[in-house]
């Protein structure tokens, strides 16, 4: 294999986009940092769709004065989730993770990132993380108290 077919393939795995393939190839591994600007963008906008539909739910609690759509306790989780969700999952990967891998190496004129398979692999993370966490909160229960006042 010539140096130029070597270079061609490691062309082709670092930016799938530009081979022409399908969009699954475009969100699987890779090192350019545009590219992984926009699966930051995509897979935080999923999870402001996520915070959406909870802040739905909050909102159709609120509806009436009474508590008649949830419990106060799932009402408590429900708005508890849908700001933990907004402002992790969404906010800060869409700014730093997207925006900030797509146009911080443009705006100073650098080719990539510094590390760019750390940033591939910190992508890789970041969903695994995600689930992981809120999994997790499932196992997280009000703890019963009394009244504040003795
Ligand atoms: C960037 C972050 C956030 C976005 C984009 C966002 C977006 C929204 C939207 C669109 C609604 C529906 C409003 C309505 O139907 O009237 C909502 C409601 C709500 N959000 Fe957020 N939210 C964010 C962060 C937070 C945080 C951090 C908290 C608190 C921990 C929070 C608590 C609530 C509550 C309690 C409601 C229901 C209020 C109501 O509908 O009257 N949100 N949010």
Known sequence: ?????????????????????HWREYFSFSTDHKVIGIQYLVTSFMFYLVGGVLADLVRTELKTPESDFVSPEVYNSLFTLHGTIMIFL????????????????????????????????????FRP???CSLVASLWVRPKLVGPLTP
């Open 1 to 21: 294999m010539t140096q130029l077919q070597l270079q061609q393939e490691a062309n082709a795995a670092a930016h799938p986009s530009e081979s022409g393939s």
């Open 90 to 125: 969404w906010i800060i990967p869409s700014l730093t993770g997207g925006f900030g891998n797509y146009l911080v190496p443009l705006l100073i004129g650098a080719r990539d990132m510094a590390f760019p398979r750390l940033n591939a692999l910190a992508f890789g993370l």
């Open 129 to 131: 993380q995600v689930c």
